[in-house]
């Protein structure tokens, strides 16, 4: 029920969320996509979750890119839901703080001894 009510309260609201999901059958195209910025007008989206995406793409993108982009993409009181290992949480909230994001580490459903946790970023309003 509180699903429900979540989503109902999600379709009244008028929210931009980009759809780019990869299939799994073909090669990731992610590499050259992530490196570089994303092909749309500064502050469009409301919403941005990325599952497992840092820590794979660290090795070919520059972390700090990527979280300058999803900045640049996410409008003002826009939040962020970030998925990924506990080896990469501490750097990401410290590049969250510098860009002025209020972060917070939360636990997934496996609990607090599993090796992911999701970071819950919210854009600032700034004046």
């Known amino acids: 029920m509180l699903l429900r009510e979540r989503t109902g309260t999600l379709t009244t609201q008028p929210l ?17 996509l992530l490196c570089e910025p994303f092909d749309t007008y500064p502050r ?10 840092l820590s794979v793409e ?3 993108c520059n972390v700090s890119s990527i979280m300058l982009e999803m900045d640049r993409i996410l ?17 990401l909230i410290e590049i969250g703080n510098a860009m002025g994001w209020h972060v917070s580490l939360r636990d997934t459903s496996e609990g607090p001894h599993a ?13």
């Open 75 to 91: 409008r003002p009181g826009g939040r962020a839901y970030i998925r990924d290992t506990l080896a990469i949480m501490d750097e």
């Open 44 to 53: 469009t989206y409301d919403l941005l979750h990325a599952a497992n995406l």
């Open 58 to 60: 660290k090795k070919r």
């Open 115 to 127: 090796s992911y946790r999701v970071l819950v970023c919210d854009k600032r309003l700034r004046g």
């Open 16 to 32: 931009k969320v980009p759809n780019e999901k990869i299939p799994n059958n073909i090669p990731s195209p992610l590499p050259c």
